[in-house]
């Protein structure tokens, strides 16, 4: 969050602009955007999310924000209505995200502003541990033998999906996004079947030591998540 305001902070945004938080859950973003100055809309698909949010923004007496229950696959909003879209940890939970891009395209108004966050699957510490990573995958293999095409398609509904940062900047692009910049958040704990490995304070160390290396693209594109910078094309 703190790495998306700081984009929004350095971003040309003119006259009053309006903000989209896109799947805002409590509303911590959406208060951060509000308290900018910014007209900011936020949209959940759960309602219990919306009525926290609500709360959350009521308790600090900001009245420059509109809670909307809402598919962020399918926004309640006009077209080109949006100065800049913050959609941060949404993604990851759709089946696909090209819908979900069409749809933030389709409500950003032309040069406006879209920051975006996905997992990351080459995360690090995911292919370092290699328990994990091949209980996963015999997992994976396991089940699309076993389950019928009507449980699979249940099942897949509910995954948390993660990409490969390639693959979403042409999907970026195929929707008429051109990137500016993007970014890997901390490589997190090193784990052995799923768990830090001990000592922390040692794992910790390590880990810090490789994010030194960040800006090296090799390594700077092994982060946990990753944040997009793009604007919509005239």
């Known amino acids: 969050m703190n790495q998306a305001l700081s984009w929004l902070d350095n971003a040309t945004l003119s006259g009053n602009p309006t903000i989209l938080d896109a799947g805002c859950g409590t509303g911590v973003a959406t208060r951060a ?18 009525l926290k949010a609500n709360s959350v923004c009521n308790a600090d007496g900001i009245t420059n924000v509109q809670f909307i229950h809402g598919d962020v696959q399918s926004l309640p909003l006009q ?13 990851t939970y759709f089946k696909s995200e090209e819908k979900a891009l069409q749809e933030l395209s389709r409500v950003l108004k032309p040069e406006g502003t879209l920051i975006l966050s996905i997992l990351n699957k080459a995360h690090l510490t995911y292919y370092l541990d ?16 076993s389950s019928s095409p009507q449980n699979a398609q249940s099942k897949e509904s509910f995954t948390i999906r993660s990409y ?8 970026l692009q195929r929707k008429g996004f051109t990137v500016n ?3 890997t958040v901390p490589l997190g704990l090193l784990t052995f079947f799923d768990r830090d490995l001990p000592p922390k304070r040692l794992n910790a160390k390590i880990t810090l030591f490789l994010e ?4 090296i693209p090799l390594v700077g594109s092994f982060g946990g998540m990753c ?6 094309k005239k």
């Open 33 to 50: 955007l509000a308290q900018r100055g910014y007209r900011v809309f936020g949209i959940d698909a759960s309602y219990g999310m919306i």
């Open 79 to 91: 077209d080109s209505s949006v100065d800049a879209i913050v959609c941060l940890g949404v993604i």
């Open 130 to 145: 290699l328990p994990r990573f091949i209980n996963n995958r015999f997992k994976k293999t396991l089940g699309s033998r």
């Open 164 to 171: 490969f940062i390639p693959n979403t900047l042409k999907s």
């Open 181 to 183: 910049e993007y970014k």
């Open 212 to 215: 030194k290396f960040s800006k």
């Open 227 to 232: 944040l997009f910078k793009a604007t919509k």
